[in-house]
Each structure stands twice: as C-alpha cells, then as structure tokens.
C-alpha cells in the first residue's frame, strides 16, 4: 500500500504549530505516511486571507496563553509562554528564522526537523532570540549542523533563490486555502484537502485511514 503524502506548513513563531509538529514527528513512522515539513510565512499568509492574530483579539489572546499551558501538558511539549509574546511575535517575528529553514530545506532536508525542533525551544522554551545571525547558528550547531554548511547556509538565505522559494511555499499554501499555522495538507480522493490547527489529528487519522492512538501513542492514553 503505497505512503499517503502529508505535508505541515508551519512558522516558528506559531506554537500551536509546534503541537502539531511535534506529533507529526511521532505519527511518521507509526503511520503509512510520508511527511513533508513546509516552512512557510505566516506573517504573509494572515495579510492574504485577512485573517488577524489570535492575540491580537483581547479574549483571545486571554485564552490562549491559558490554553497553551493546558496543551503543553497534554502534548507533552516543553513549552513556556515568552516574558514579552507581543515582541517575540509581532516586532521581531520569524522571517530570518523561515528563511533558513528554507535554505536547509533546499540543501539538506534531512536537518529541517531537528533545526525546526531547536528553533521552537528558543522561542517558546527557553525565550530566546531567533532573528540574529548568531542564533540561528546556534540552533543549526546544537541540531547537529558543522560550522561549515552553517556558514554556507547564513549566505543562502540572503539569495534570492531562497527568499523566492519561501514565497512560493507561502502562496502554495494559499492556494490551498491556508489562513493560519498550521495547516496539515494531504490528498483523498485524488483532491488535496487540509485541517487546520493542533487538534484535528482524529479527522485526519480519519481521512488517511489510520487510527489516532492520542498526541503520544503508545505511552498516552489521551484518546
């Protein structure tokens, strides 16, 4: 039986996407899937679908700092709420951050989860800077990347190529009908459809034939 194709499209400065990541990461051996990490701009995503922040909506922002310290715990996902979020999201955000994952989606995949991975903890584990060249160097360092291609990778990401090929993932998103982080793409029926969101995994344990065992399978019984 041939893998079905799930893509996440993702922005680092989105934490429910990290929910998300973190148990597509789990799922992708346990179901017949092959994942694809797609980093996107959310930033550009919400301008095109006239779509607003979360935390920019008063009791929205109220409930989901309080929901995020729920889904931590539910997730198990390490994560804490940053001393300034309004900062971290809005005035620094993310696009040195998606640029490079970008480069090493281009260079060598096989570094995207664990740099996306470190990525997340800075931000939204240790609040941490992820904007400045000697950043995301160290990510890259502490994911396992030589000093090397990290070099080559800080220069990548200033080419053009790169900057094109993250606005072509953003607008393949749009075009799917994305509107937030993250979307979870993947075809039934010879049609692409997509959830939204970190708690959709049932419809779309539906939707690819698999069984959803919780955000830990096989420790959790968080059905």
């Known amino acids: 039986m041939s893998r079905k194709s799930v893509e996440l499209f993702y922005d680092v400065v989105s934490p429910y996407s990290w929910f998300a990541f973190e148990v597509l990461c789990r799922y992708q051996t346990r179901w017949n899937i092959s994942l694809k990490l797609r980093p996107f701009l959310l930033g550009g995503v919400m301008n095109e679908s006239g779509n607003r922040p979360p935390a920019m909506v008063p009791n929205k922002g109220t409930y989901m700092f309080k929901d995020m310290h729920r889904l931590k715990k539910y997730f198990g996902v390490p994560l804490n709420i940053p001393s300034d979020p309004p900062k971290v999201m809005f005035e620094k955000g993310s696009l040195n951050a998606q640029r490079f994952l970008t480069a090493i989606d281009a260079s060598m995949p096989d570094k995207v989860e664990p740099v996306t991975r470190e990525l997340w903890m800075r931000i939204w584990s240790r609040d941490e800077d992820i904007t400045s060249p000697e950043s995301l160097a160290q990510a890259a360092k502490k994911a396992g990347v030589s000093d090397k291609d990290i070099a ?38 010879g049609e692409k459809e997509f959830v939204f969101g970190s708690d959709r995994f049932p419809v779309l344990a ?18």
Do not use: C
């Open 206 to 223: 539906d939707m690819i034939g698999e069984r959803w065992e919780g955000p830990e399978p096989g420790v959790s019984s968080k059905l």
């Open 152 to 189: 080559s990778l800080l220069a990548a990401m200033k080419d053009d190529k790169i900057k094109r090929k993250l606005k072509q993932t953003t607008s393949d998103a749009m075009a799917i009908g994305a509107f937030g982080s993250p979307i979870i793409a993947t075809e039934v029926n």
